[in-house]
């Protein structure tokens, strides 16, 4: 329970009196925020619980003025000014069961000065687990629906969850048949079209933040479940992928606070889903899109940071799972955030950072598990003067396409041709080269959830152009984009290519964002997991210093950038 977890505590003669809303370049953030206080930098973001901290919550959220509520919290400063205070946005692995959902109630009740609005995503793998069904479905058989696997660990994830946190299971229980009704009717249509999909993945979410709000409800805690389709989060209709429509802001803001002030409570938004305008159905924001949810509200709200807890300390130098020696990155441009994301790494949704950077609203990455680590920092700028590399990505199984010009077109013809018919299938290119008559590039193949609609639309884009040039198309490519301080890209480069001679790697495409953040390199997927850990080991494992690597032997061997 909340008054018995034993966290540090940051000492309130810390406290300042000067108060700031606003982050600045990298340091130190909103005052009033506990772990902003003492100016230690980064400040863990944990404190001792105490039972009185827990009511004064609790009363916050029931009937007290908002002036009531942090008064004697934060040295003495009395905020009227807004409703809530941050976002707090628990990802899968932050809830994934009883237990977890118990330690983020414990989370957000350490902070009984805050007033969050949270966003959750579905418990643990359940989005996965509700694709399968829906994949497994469509061929089952109408009389096999209810007994497909996926559908009973779902089931039995969710009751035991109820159970053990001691909620009534009718905040849940009528999803679940409804997610089973579905089921059948999808066995008996033998079809999940993408719309269906997102409604039927809708479920995970809808499940998660009931159970979480009806607990808080039990700890005395008021708190209000949200959908958010219901609250104003309107998209386009791309489902599977939606978009994010500027109406949402106004509504999400009108809608949040309107209910905060006939009747104060924490908001348990769903993440990931919204409404579709045209058709009003829930739709989804493509994979990992609570984050973007929560950046949505932040900016909805003009609120003064967006915190997202995951299950690691943070934004780290490279995917864990592939360099287990990878280290949190303390600070983070938005620039760099969102290439980072939209480069594959899996811990942002690549859209999440739209949102906060055109708001200018920090972003915090923090660790659910580990909650006394200072994670990472996203904001408009850092100090770069000493940054070399920040982080390196790695995207695989990339379709690569060389398509050189048989010269029916003029230049501007060719590439003016050539990317109309990528924008004709609404198909994203990632990197690309150009020469006067030839283009290298990589498709983004996440825009499209089916794998038989890649193929078709793959073999209808080399149909179109080999009607103007000889096209190669190259599967099973990687790109490995290093996400940096492009400035030092001769530095980042040699460095890079030092690596790659000695292992012998060919680097089939290189190119440099015109964000000036990132270089991405094009190399075959069998090569890509070793070639990432050596390109780690270079330039974060290392005991030389920025200065010694500069010292790089030049042998005349360095491979030439074209
Ligand atoms: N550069 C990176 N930094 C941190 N985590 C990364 C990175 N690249 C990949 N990951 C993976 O992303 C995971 C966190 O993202 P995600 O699973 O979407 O979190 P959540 O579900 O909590 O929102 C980590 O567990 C880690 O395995
Ligand atoms: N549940 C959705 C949305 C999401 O954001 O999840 P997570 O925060 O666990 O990545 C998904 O799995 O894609």
């Not at 916050?60 to 807004?82: I, L, N, Q």
């Not at 000036?516 to 050596?534: F, G, H, M, T």
């Amino acid at each position: 329970m909340a008054s018995t977890m034993q966290l540090s505590w940051v000492s309130k003669s810390t406290v300042p009196v000067a108060l700031s809303r606003r982050v600045c370049c990298q340091c130190q953030p909103p005052l009033w925020l506990p772990w902003r206080i003492g100016f230690v930098t980064p400040v863990p973001l944990v404190r001792r619980v105490s039972s009185e901290r827990v009511a004064a919550l609790r009363v916050s959220c029931s009937k007290e003025t908002e002036s009531d509520v942090v008064e004697g919290e934060s040295g003495g400063f009395a905020e009227t000014e807004m409703s809530y205070t941050c976002v707090m946005k628990f990802g899968g692995s932050s809830v994934a069961n009883a237990e977890r959902m118990r330690e983020v109630a414990n989370l957000i009740l350490s902070f009984p000065e805050e007033r969050p609005i949270i966003v959750l995503s579905a418990m643990g793998k359940t989005t996965n687990m509700l694709l399968l069904a829906g994949e497994k479905a469509v061929s089952c058989g109408v009389t096999n629906a209810d007994s497909i696997d996926e559908l009973n660990i779902i089931k039995d994830l969710h009751l035991r969850t109820v159970e053990q946190l001691g909620v009534d299971r009718n905040v849940i229980e009528k999803h679940l048949e409804e997610l089973e009704q579905l089921l059948k009717g999808i066995a008996m249509m033998k079809e999940l079209t993408p719309r269906t999909q997102d409604y039927l993945v809708s479920f995970g979410e809808c499940m998660s933040t009931r159970i979480f709000a009806a607990y808080l409800n039990t700890l005395g805690v008021k708190a209000r479940q949200y959908d958010a389709f219901e609250m104003g989060i309107i998209t386009t209709d791309d489902f599977t992928n939606a978009d994010i429509l500027e109406a949402t802001y106004p509504a999400v803001a009108k809608r949040l606070h309107s209910d905060w002030v006939s009747d104060p409570a924490i908001p348990i938004v769903t993440g990931f889903l919204g409404k579709a305008r045209k058709s009003c159905a829930v739709t989804t924001l493509g994979r990992g899109g609570s984050d973007l949810t929560a950046t949505t509200i932040g900016k909805a709200l003009g609120l003064p940071e967006i915190q997202v807890w995951k299950d690691v300390d943070g934004v780290l130098t490279c995917d864990p799972n592939i360099c287990p020696q990878a280290k949190p990155v303390p600070y983070l441009t938005f620039d760099e955030a969102a290439e980072l994301a939209y480069f594959g790494a899996q811990v942002l949704h690549p859209q999440s950072m739209r949102p906060a950077r055109e708001s200018d609203i920090p972003v915090r990455v923090k660790n659910s598990y580990n909650p006394k680590a200072p994670g990472t920092l996203i904001a408009k700028t850092r100090d770069m003067s000493k940054a070399l590399l920040t982080s390196i990505v790695l995207k695989r199984n990339v379709t690569m396409l060389d398509i050189v010009s048989t010269r029916m077109l003029g230049q501007f013809g060719f590439l003016a041709k050539v990317f109309s018919i990528f924008e004709e299938l609404g198909i994203s290119v990632d990197v690309v080269a150009t020469s006067e008559v030839s283009i290298s590039l990589t498709l983004d193949p996440s825009k499209l959830w089916s794998r038989e609609l890649i193929q078709q639309e793959l073999d209808y884009v080399v149909e179109e152009l080999e009607k103007i040039a000889v096209v190669n198309l190259l599967k099973t490519r990687s790109i490995i984009s290093l996400i940096g301080n492009v400035q030092k890209s001769s530095l980042i480069l040699e460095k890079a290519f030092h690596v790659l001679r000695t292992l012998g790697i060919t680097v089939q495409m290189i190119s440099q964002g015109a964000s000036k953040v990132n270089i991405s390199l094009v190399i075959n997927d069998s090569e890509a997991d070793q070639c990432v850990r050596a390109l780690h080991k270079a330039f974060f494992e290392s005991e030389l210093s920025e200065l010694e690597n500069e010292c790089i032997p030049r042998n005349g061997s360095v491979p030439a950038l074209s």
